[in-house]
């Protein structure tokens, strides 16, 4: 049985926005992955949520008899069910919450909603390839991906983070992508150790994140 984890707090009036208590279904993955993001992006915009999570050996079983049926034909989890609605494609359920609460975390202009969104189709790329070779059976692509990919996408998101001047892509007003961003970077391995040196707007944006109130409550409570 997935294991379902009771919302931390009575619905806010950031629950009333989106439309009621979310339910997110992920897997029981610690801190790591897609789902991952939703729940830190629940955390910071005070969201209260059910956190449904799924083992690595349950799901296949959920997967065939309920989630491909019922909630998502792809198969995919994270699904976040709100209202008898089942919302997949985890960049878009974030970018459609954060139009729910009054733009917040997505842009202030069609240009900084453009940028958001861009960063976030990095963010996307870069992930599939850290996925690929994370979960490859020659433990040798996990290396090689260290060596290739990581610098590549290190250089293109210091680079971009200079545009507004950071600590987050559109500036100092942190947006869903930077979420997705934090969390493929954590995924990575690369706020361990000397993961970041050499890239001061990437330990910038990292640092920002996690100094922020809800999310340092999170983890602490992690
Ligand atoms: N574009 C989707 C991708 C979802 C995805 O690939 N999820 C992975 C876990 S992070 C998954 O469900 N893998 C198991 C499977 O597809 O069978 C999203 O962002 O929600």
Redesign the pocket.
């Known amino acids: 049985m997935p294991t379902v984890l009771p919302p931390i707090s009575e619905p806010t009036a950031a629950n009333e926005k989106i439309g009621g208590v979310p339910i997110l279904h ?2 029981d ?1 610690g801190s790591k ?3 991952e993001v939703l729940r830190l992006f629940f955390y910071d915009a005070e969201i209260s949520f059910i956190d449904k999570r799924y083992t690595f050996q349950e ?1 296949p079983e959920y ?1 065939k008899s309920i989630i491909v049926p019922k909630m998502n034909p ?5 699904i976040v069910e709100l209202n008898d609605e089942f919302l ?4 878009p ?1 974030l970018r459609l919450f954060s139009y729910r609460l009054d733009g917040a975390y997505n842009g202030t202009t069609p240009e900084t909603t453009y940028w958001v969104d861009a960063m976030a189709d990095i963010v ?1 790329d870069f992930r599939a390839l850290f ?1 690929k070779a994370y979960f490859a059976e020659d433990k040798t692509e996990f290396e090689e991906h260290l060596k290739k990919d990581v610098p590549k996408y290190l250089v293109v998101f210091e680079k971009h983070l200079k545009k507004y001047g950071g600590p987050f892509f559109i500036g100092k007003e942190i947006t869903y992508a930077d979420f997705m961003l934090w969390q493929v970077i954590h995924d990575d391995g690369l706020l361990k150790g000397n993961g970041l040196d050499g890239y001061p707007l990437m330990q910038m944006h990292a640092n920002a994140l996690m100094k922020r109130p809800n999310i340092k409550k999170y983890f602490a409570s992690d």
């Open positions: 992920y897997f993955f992955g897609r789902g799901f997967q792809t198969g995919s989890i994270p997949t494609q985890s960049a359920v996307i996925a």
